[in-house]
């Protein structure tokens, strides 16, 4: 709280900071987490202001969750299933914001998902998700779910002897 009227007036005429591309890049990443689709996502940065062009976007997909794509990272990836894992999240957390992380990060570039499945197998599943009402893009990861449905699809049933 200002006690002079000058320091008040002066204070109100300093420049702000503007906004800087980490944060504007943080600010599109969150959202990317918590759109649904690029549809969802596009509407959303716009709604705040960010940049939707198709470079911010192809970078951006991989993000949302119901594609099911991994992102590149570059620390290994931590899904807390269970409160041990959860635990060991928070600590890892705590050890990079605190700078003494103990662990070895993934290479730049690296991927911490993905299919062991050929380029021919893939289409062939995406062709099978599109003919049986899935959405799946037409390049990129295919969604795990669609993959297993794909599988239990085309299981040959196993016949009893006797």
Known sequence: MFTDWSEALEAESLPLDP???QQLAAAARATAHHSHDK???TLLLDA???PTDPDTLTALLP???????????????LEATEPIDLERAQEELRSVKAGTRTTEAAPTGA????????????AAIRSWA??????????????????????TAH???????G
């Open 111 to 122: 991927r911490t998902g993905g299919s062991d499945r050929s380029r021919e197998e893939l």
């Open 39 to 41: 549809h969802d996502l």
């Open 48 to 50: 705040l202001g960010l």
């Open 130 to 151: 599109r003919a049986n009402g899935h959405q799946v893009a037409d390049q990129g990861m295919v969604p795990k779910r669609i993959q297993e449905a794909y599988d």
């Open 19 to 21: 906004t800087t591309e």
């Open 63 to 77: 993000l949302i969750p119901e594609t099911g794509d991994t992102p590149v990272t570059t620390t290994p990836a």
């Open 155 to 161: 299981q040959t049933p196993v016949r009893e002897n």
